[in-house]
């Protein structure tokens, strides 16, 4: 009896004693629902379902599925970022530096799918939903601040051309990365999928790297 009531009584693992990690579990499960089913077609119990967490516990952390739609768009924006201000840029002279980050940059969308069908459901919404997070707009813009200061330096060491644009550079390095995993299927549908071998997706890299690299240096 006294075994059975010691074993009852025992502290449950779990969101009384994590609750951070289970609003990260929620987030992490959330991220993969709306990338497959987007906002309108992602239920609450199949995010539940993908977790241990009960459907009740997922209002309580997040209100209803907008908000937690919103909530992991924000985390698959900060992972990215978060990942940039790992690569030391900063430290690097220019020229590396921005091979690292075309190289990071194309590597990360590659391994995250989830985070560009997520992108592109918000481009089906019109960006509403990005356009309403501050958390969002405050990561990008350090994103441009730090394109901005590669280009001040490479600029200044006379590695880079004048009159490069921050925004331009990004959109640029966003373009060959997003096209790599948003149009894989219909790409290779059509075209076959020697690409999306480990090889084909290394000369991918490297041809990204030289393509940005091209417009970038000075002649």
């Given at each position: ?12 693992s779990?969101?009384k ?7 990260r579990?929620?987030?992490e499960?959330?991220?993969?629902e ?44 900060s ?8 690569l ?7 020229v590396?530096a ?24 918000e ?38 051309r ?27 549908s ?12 290394d000369?991918?890299?490297?041809r990204?790297?030289s ?9």
């Amino acid at each position: 009896m006294a075994k059975s009531l010691e074993k009852n009584t025992k502290p449950k693992s779990g969101w009384k004693q994590d609750p951070e990690r289970v609003k990260r579990d929620i987030i992490e499960a959330a991220m993969a629902e709306f990338a497959q089913n987007g906002l309108s077609g992602a239920k609450i119990d199949d995010i539940s379902a993908r977790t241990s967490t009960s459907k009740r516990m997922i209002y309580y952390y997040f209100e209803d599925k907008e908000t937690l739609y919103m909530r992991a768009l924000e985390a698959a924006y900060s992972k990215v970022r978060q990942g940039e201000e790992k690569l030391d840029l900063d430290v690097l002279p220019p020229v590396e530096a921005l091979e690292r980050l075309v190289s990071f940059t194309f590597d990360h969308h590659r391994k995250n799918t989830d985070f560009i069908r997520m992108v592109m459901i918000e481009n089906v919404h019109h960006a509403d939903y990005l356009n309403a997070s501050t958390v969002i707009r405050g990561l990008n813009k350090k994103a441009i601040a730090r394109l901005e200061t590669l280009i001040a330096r490479g600029e200044a060491s006379g590695d880079f051309r004048e009159g490069l644009d921050a925004t331009e550079l990004h959109w640029q390095i966003s373009a060959l990365s997003v096209f790599n995993v948003s149009n894989k299927p219909t790409f290779s549908s059509l075209f076959g999928k020697s690409l999306y071998t480990r090889e084909g997706q290394d000369r991918l890299r490297e041809r990204a790297v030289s393509m940005v690299l091209g417009d970038v240096l000075k002649r």
